[in-house]
């Protein structure tokens, strides 16, 4: 039980477009979901958290303007990179709190290159 | 915000051999748990451990929630084993409920 879906897995876009990364909770409702982001070689670092019928929570230092983020339903966040930038280029990972006996569950994370 | 410090950065063993990992933090968490990341990004879920000791096959990891520290430990480390061992926690104080990781340590097996 407990598991998360990302699409896509991977993206490549131009410079200036914008790009939808869109997490899933398959078997459970997860009221509040986590988007995180992992440069090459180094940790996970969390970017905002999505909650279902409210704005998102984002952390110190990230752009909400850039990264937007939708909690439209229980089993659904959207990050949308606007504006898309060759040093937005990332390992983006989306998690939620499954259950108290697997604790968090993490998507298969979104490699986006931006050209 | 809470510091987690994972210890040591890098590891090489040799394929047989047994390690093990260390997870410090800062402050009272109520959950904490060790992921493996896989070469492919893929965070796999070793063990949600908040306290206690939990084995998984040549897996087991402790929490000493009291002392602030978590092990991971490693036994007869198999060539798959090789990837970055992460520990994330997530602050009591936290109503968010949200999971810090620390920086990671790689292991390397080799054959």
């Known amino acids: 039980g407990a598991v998360v879906s990302q699409h896509p897995s991977w993206v490549i876009c131009k410079s200036g477009t914008s790009v939808k990364i869109e997490c899933r909770s398959l078997?459970?409702?997860?009221?509040?979901m986590f988007w995180y982001r992992q440069f090459p070689k180094q940790s996970l670092m969390l970017m905002a958290t999505?909650?279902?019928?409210?704005?998102?929570?984002?952390e110190q230092g990230v752009e909400k303007d850039k990264f937007l983020i939708n909690h439209a339903s229980l089993t659904l966040s959207t990050l949308t990179v606007t504006s898309a930038h060759p040093e937005d280029s990332s390992f983006y990972i989306c998690?939620?709190?499954?259950?108290?006996?697997?604790?968090?569950?993490f998507g298969s994370g979104t490699r986006l290159t931006v050209v | 915000g809470i510091q987690v410090e994972q210890s040591p950065p890098d590891l090489i063993l040799q394929e047989g051999a047994n390690s093990t990992l260390r997870c410090n933090f800062s402050d009272s968490v109520n959950n904490l748990q060790w992921f493996h990341q896989n070469p492919w990004g893929q965070l796999i879920n070793l063990f949600y451990?908040?306290?206690g000791t939990k084995q998984n096959g040549r897996l087991s990891a402790t929490t000493v929630a009291t002392e602030r520290y978590s092990l991971l430990y490693i036994s007869s480390s198999q060539t798959t084993d090789s990837g970055v061992y992460f520990c994330a926690v997530r602050m009591t104080t936290d109503s968010w409920g949200k999971l810090q990781f620390g920086a990671g340590t790689q292991v390397v097996v080799t054959p």
């Open positions: 078997d459970f409702q997860a009221t509040t």
């Open positions: 998690s939620a709190l499954g259950s108290s006996v697997y604790g968090y569950t």
């Open positions: 999505s909650n279902e019928g409210s704005k998102a929570t984002y």
């Open positions: 451990i908040p306290s």
